[in-house]
C-alpha cells in the first residue's frame, strides 16, 4: 500500500487518525482483552473475590451438555438458513438472469427485506404464524396439526429459520445475480451449440464458474446466522421454549446478562472470537488464491 | 440467445414472482392486521382485507404507544431515538473512516502500517462476541442509557476505513501534486479535493450504515434501560412481551409498518448506491 506522491506532514496523520484508533482501543481492544482476561477468571457467587483459574471455564464448557447441545443446536440452525436462504436465492437469481430486460424490476422487488430489522422479521412471521390469532398458525391448528411454537420447541426452531432465512435471501439474490451477469455469456451459448440442455449447462458452466460467490456467501452467511439472528431469536421465542432455540450467541447473552456468570460467559466469548477470527482467516486466504489466478 | 429456443418462457416470471408474493406476504398481512381493530384480530379470524381502523390505529400508536395491554412509548419517540441513532452511528463512521483512510494513504508516518492493522484487525470482532465486557466499558463511563453510550462504540469501522483506503489508492498522483504546486495544504486539498471526489462512496456507505444503525438490536437492548430511550425496533419487542393472543396486536402491527418505512424507503429510493455499497463493502 502506500503512494509516491505524499504531504510530508509529521504531525497531522495522528491527528487524523485518532478518533477512529481511541474509539478501537477503548471499545474493541480494552473489552476484547477484557473477555480474554475474564475468561480464565472463577468469580464467587457474590460477585466479591475472583480467582485465576487458568482453563477451567473452557473445560467447564467443552464438557458441559448444555453447551455442546447449544453447539449442535447452532450447526443445525445456521446450516439450515445458508441452505435455505442460498439455495432459494440461486433459484431466483438464475431465474432472472435468464430475463435481462425484467431483471431490475426484480430486482427492486426483491432487495428490501434486507432493510428489515431481524427484530421485526421475527414480529412479522410471529405475527403469521401465532397459533390462536395468526392466519397460517390458525389454519395448521383448524387443520388438525397441534401447531404451537411455544410448547413445541422443533416448531419453534422451523419458525426461527424460515424468519431469519427470509431476511437474509435479498442480500444472497443480489450477490448471485451479480456473478451470473459477469459469466459470459459465449460461454454457454457455446454449450448450447454442443448440445448441452439448460440443466447441464447449468451444472457444468454456470456453477463451477459461480464458486467464488459462492464461496464468499458461505462465509458471509454462517457468520450472519451465527451473530445476527440475534434479534430473531430474541423477539420471537426468548430462546425457548425450554432451551430450544438457544443458540451460541443467545447462551452468551442468557449467561453473562442474565445469570451473570461472567467467566463462563467470557469463556463463550473468546471461543467465538476465536471462530470469527479462523472463519475471516480462511475468507482472505481463498480471495488472495482468487486473485493468483 | 439461448433462452429463446426453450420454450417455457413464462416459468422464470412465473418463479419469480411467486419468490416475490412470498416475500411480500408477510408485509401485506401485518399491513392487513395494522387497518383492524384488536378484537377482531384476536378471535383469530382476521380477515385479508382492509378493515376500517387504519387511521385510528396509527394515530394511537404514532402519538400514544400503549394500548390497553401494551404498554410502550409512543412510536413518535421511539422512531425519533431511531433516527438520531443510526445517524450519529452513519456520520460517525464515515467521518473517522474517511479521516483515517486519508492519513494512510496520504501520509508516510512511522507507526503508519500498525494503525492500519490496528482498525483491520476490528473486522473480526463484531459487538455480539465481546458485549459483556463492552457493556462494562461503557458502565464504567458513565455512559448507560445515554446516546454517546448506544453510538460511540458502535462507531469504530473497518469496512469504512478500507473503502476509502481502496478508493484513495486510485486517485492519480498528478492530482494531489498539482494541487501542491497550487500551493494547497494537506487539509485544503482533503476538502475542496477529496471529499467532492469521494461523495458516491459516501452515498453508497450512508445507505449500509443507516440501515445498519436503524437495525441495531442486542446493543440498545443492553444500553437503554428507561422506555423514553428505546430504540422503535426494541419498543416491537417490548410490545409484543410474552405474545398473548390478547393483545394489541393492531397497535404493534402499526408500529411494525412504522418501523421498516425508513429503511426499506432508503434502499428503494437509493437501489443504484445501494448495490455499490453492499459490493464493495464486502470485497
Redo the contacts between chains.
Sequence with gaps: ??????????L???V??A???A??L???????G??VY?SFLLQDPFGLRQRFVWFDNFRVLVTDPLYLDSAVRTLVFSTSVTALSMG?AL??AV??D??IR?ATA???????????????????????F?P??G?LG?ALQKAGLAWDY?INGGQAMLLVIVAAS?KQ???NF??FL?GLQSIQ?AV??AA?IDGAG?GR?FWSIVFPLLSPTTF?LLV?NV?YAF??T??VI??LTGGGPGKATETL?YK??VD??INLD?GG??AQ?VI??LF??GV?AIQFRYIERRVHY | M??AR?GAGW???L??IL??V??????Y??LM?STHDAGT??????P?YPGPHLADNYEQAWVQGSGQRVKAAPVAIMMLNSLVMALVITAGKI???I??G????????PL?MF??W??FI?????V???????????SDLGMINTFSGLT??L??SATA?LLF?QFF?TIP??L??AA?IDGA???R?FKEILVPLSRTNIAALFVILF?YG??Q??WP??ITTSGRMDTI??G??KM?GT?D?QTD?NL??AT?ML??LP??A???LM?RW??KG??ET?K
Excluded: C
Design positions: 500500500m502506500g503512494r509516491r506522491v505524499i504531504f510530508d506532514n509529521k497531522l496523520p495522528y487524523l487518525v478518533p477512529q484508533i474509539i478501537t477503548i471499545f474493541f481492544f480494552w473489552p476484547a477484557q473477555a475474564q432459494s433459484l431466483f431465474m432472472a435468464r430475463r425484467a426484480y430486482k427492486t422487488l426483491m432487495i428490501w427485506p434486507y432493510a428489515v430489522a431481524p427484530a421485526v422479521a421475527a414480529a412479522l412471521w410471529l405475527f403469521i401465532h390462536s390469532i392466519l390458525y411455544k427470509w435471501v435479498s442480500y443480489l450477490f451479480a455469456k454457454i451459448e448450447a439448460p449447462r464468499f458471509v457468520v451473530f445476527d440475534f434479534g430474541h423477539a450467541i452468551v447473552y453473562g446478562v461472567l460467559s467470557s466469548s467465538l472470537m470469527v477470527i475471516t | 439461448v433462452e426453450s416459468i422464470p416470471h418463479i419469480l419468490g416475490v412470498i416475500f411480500a406476504f408477510p408485509i398481512v401485518a392486521g384480530i384476536g378471535r383469530g379470524r382476521m385479508l467521518s473517522i473512516s479521516l483515517s486519508y492519513a494512510v494513504v496520504f501520509f508516510s508516518f503508519r494503525f492500519f490496528m482498525i476490528t473486522l473480526m470482532l463484531p455480539e462476541v465481546r458485549i459483556i465486557p463492552t457493556f462494562k466499558v461503557v460511540v462504540p462507531i469504530a476505513t483506503r489508492l498522483g498528478e494531489v501534486e501542491k495544504g494537506p487539509l486539498f440501515i436503524w437495525n438490536y442486542l437492548l443492553l425496533v426494541i416491537i419487542t409484543i405474545g393472543a396486536w404493534i402491527m411494525t418501523a421498516m429503511p426499506v432508503i434502499i428503494v437501489q445501494f448495490v453492499l459490493v464486502e
